[in-house]
């Protein structure tokens, strides 16, 4: 068989942005020494990845030197519990359900909140709280709240609408599906858990994708990160088209109510550092605490977490969605 020349493919990688992602990545993690840390840049219309770091690193041209976990693209292959990034999804399922209306005021119980033998706290204690206010101080006890009114059925499939349990399909080796227990194994309590991130897990890519479906009106996007190939001559390309995937929130929802929420958060909310000069920003932080073994059991460690960011900019027209996630 005669040798063909083969085809060039042109990545949706934005190396000016990828630049920088990596060079922030790599001071964060200089500065706070974690295990490792994630980010990833995602256009909100096309679903096009503009930027995907991962630390620690490894330099391509010498990859023989490297070790194995220097060499994970944690932004596809690794699932964590979100914590209260799952929140604002949550909120988008029990909007558009009718389950609660916008201007709903829930009892916080002043931080501490008992559901049988379980308590849940919050970080502040709050009396009332709008269902604006739950997402701007991230109430656990509010969210559970909404969680419980939801009920377990509603509350699955608003997960699973957003991909969560599955691949989004992304033209990259090896992504993981994350986490999302049938509903014939969740447990009474399980409704409680995962109404503030608990007991699901998901990658960084699942969670950008899902904050870009918000951010663009409630369409689910395929992640892209093949812009376009063509022939050896380089002249005939074939660009690769968004993918829609499907409606996850409507218009008025996304657009009218979460974005403002969003915008909020960062303004006067957890997420102030995220503020910039220039742009209105929407986001939400999230810290999830991690499992480690003491004594043979598993529990939740009060000093390991996963600490991130999830926010699109500018907030009246959104562009690009960003995560940073450090372990």
Same mark, same amino acid.
């Given at each position: 068989?005669?040798?063909?020349?083969?085809?060039?493919?042109?990545?949706s990688?934005?190396?000016?942005?990828?630049?920088?992602?990596?060079?922030?990545?790599?001071?964060?993690?200089?500065?706070?020494?974690?295990?490792?840390?994630?980010a990833?840049?995602?256009e909100?219309?096309?679903?096009?990845?503009l930027?995907?770091?991962?630390?620690?690193?490894?330099?391509p041209?010498?990859?023989?030197?490297?070790?194995e976990?220097?060499?994970?693209?944690?932004?596809?292959?690794?699932?964590?519990?979100?914590?209260?990034?799952?929140?604002?999804?949550?909120?988008?399922g029990?909007?558009d359900s009718?389950?609660?209306?916008k201007?709903?005021?829930?009892?916080?119980?002043?931080?501490?909140?008992?559901? *049988? &033998?379980?308590? =849940?706290?919050? $970080?502040h204690p709050?009396?009332?709280? +709008?269902?604006s206010?739950?997402?701007?101080n991230?109430?656990?006890?509010?969210?559970?709240?909404?969680?419980?009114?939801?009920?377990?059925?509603?509350?699955?499939?608003?997960l699973k609408?957003?991909?969560?349990?599955?691949?989004?399909?992304?033209?990259?080796?090896?992504e993981?599906?994350?986490?999302l227990?049938?509903?014939?194994v969740?447990?009474?309590?399980?409704?409680?858990?995962?109404?503030?991130?608990?007991?699901?897990?998901?990658?960084?890519?699942?969670?950008t994708?899902?904050?870009?479906?918000?951010?663009?009106?409630?369409?689910?996007?395929?992640?892209?990160?093949i812009?376009?190939?063509?022939?050896?001559?380089?002249? *005939? &390309?074939?660009? =690769?088209?968004? $993918?829609?995937?499907?409606?996850?929130? +409507?218009?008025?929802?996304a657009?009218?109510?979460?974005?403002?929420i969003?915008?909020?958060?960062?303004?006067?909310?957890?997420?102030?550092?995220?503020?910039?000069?220039?742009?209105?920003?929407a986001?939400?932080?999230?810290?999830?605490?991690?499992?480690?073994?003491?004594?043979?059991?598993?529990?939740?460690?009060?000093?390991?977490?996963?600490?991130?960011?999830?926010?699109?900019?500018?907030?009246?027209?959104?562009k690009?969605?960003?995560?940073?996630?450090?372990?």
């Open positions: 068989v005669s040798p063909r020349y083969g085809s060039s493919i042109y990545l990688i934005d190396s000016g942005i990828q630049s920088i992602v990596e060079e922030e990545l790599e001071n964060a993690c200089q500065e706070y020494q974690p295990d490792s840390a994630t990833i840049v995602m909100t219309t096309t679903g096009e990845i930027a995907m770091a991962n630390y620690p690193t490894f330099d041209n010498f990859v023989q030197d490297s070790e976990f220097e060499r994970r693209n944690r932004a596809i292959v690794d699932s964590f519990e979100p914590g209260s990034l799952v929140k604002p999804i949550i909120v988008c029990a909007l009718g389950v609660v209306k201007d709903d005021m829930f009892f916080c119980y002043n931080g501490t909140y008992r559901i *049988k &033998k379980r308590v =849940i706290r919050d $970080v709050h009396e009332y709280l +709008s269902l206010e739950i997402l701007v991230s109430s656990n006890i509010g969210m559970v709240q909404m969680g419980m009114l939801m009920e377990r059925e509603r509350l699955y499939k608003q609408n957003f991909s969560f349990g599955e691949k989004t399909g992304i033209s990259l080796p090896g993981a599906k994350g986490i227990w049938p509903l014939k969740w447990s009474p309590e399980s409704v409680v858990s995962v109404s503030f991130g608990y007991e699901i897990a998901a990658t960084p890519l699942q969670l994708a899902a904050y870009c479906s918000i951010a663009n009106g409630g369409n689910f996007l395929k992640p892209q990160i812009h376009a190939i063509s022939d050896f001559s380089g002249k *005939k &390309k074939k660009y =690769i088209l968004p $993918v829609r995937l499907r409606r996850v929130a +409507s218009p008025a929802t657009r009218e109510v979460m974005t403002p969003l915008e909020e958060v960062v303004r006067t909310g957890t997420g102030k550092s995220a503020m910039l000069s220039g742009y209105r920003v986001g939400k932080t999230g810290t999830a605490k991690k499992l480690e073994r003491i004594d043979d059991k598993m529990v939740y460690s009060e000093k390991k977490y996963i600490s991130s960011f999830i926010g699109y900019a500018p907030a009246d027209n959104p690009i969605c960003v995560l940073v996630s450090i372990n």
